[in-house]
């Protein structure tokens, strides 16, 4: 007997008012910082390891204090979109295809973050139009 769940994922167009769309910049910022971190972590590593690079965010949060504003599971993804992106580059290059390697992102070239556990509520508010 095989027992599961059914993951559901939502995605919203936002309209947020100045200072959320501020806040909301600001935590993109941050995400493309720890990006770039684990990036440079990544080519640091002889054998490249997911979950050191995620163990060590603690330890940059403690350096950098302006993580902390930062929901913690938000930074815990960005180790796994940096090894997404490196399986992704591995199984293109399996493919034959020419591939070069995981670069840093400029302020315009990093536009998403997830939150990725439950415990959120869709709230429903009147439309906009």
Do not use: A, D
Request: charge should be positive.
């Amino acid at each position: 007997m095989k027992i599961g769940y059914q993951v559901i994922s939502y995605k919203f167009r936002l309209y947020p008012t100045k200072e959320q769309k501020e806040k909301l910049l600001e935590v993109l910022g941050r995400c493309r910082f720890v990006y770039h971190q684990m990036l440079e972590g990544l080519n640091k590593q002889e054998k490249p390891n997911m979950f050191e690079l995620q163990n060590s965010i603690p330890e940059l949060k403690e350096k950098h204090s302006e993580l902390k504003n930062v929901y913690s599971k938000v930074l815990q993804h960005e180790p796994y979109r940096l090894f997404s992106n490196l399986r992704s580059l591995s199984g293109l290059k399996k493919n034959g295809k020419k591939v070069g390697r995981l670069r840093f992102k400029g302020k315009n070239w990093f536009k998403t973050f997830t939150y990725n556990q439950s415990g959120f509520k869709i709230i429903k508010e009147k439309e906009r139009f």
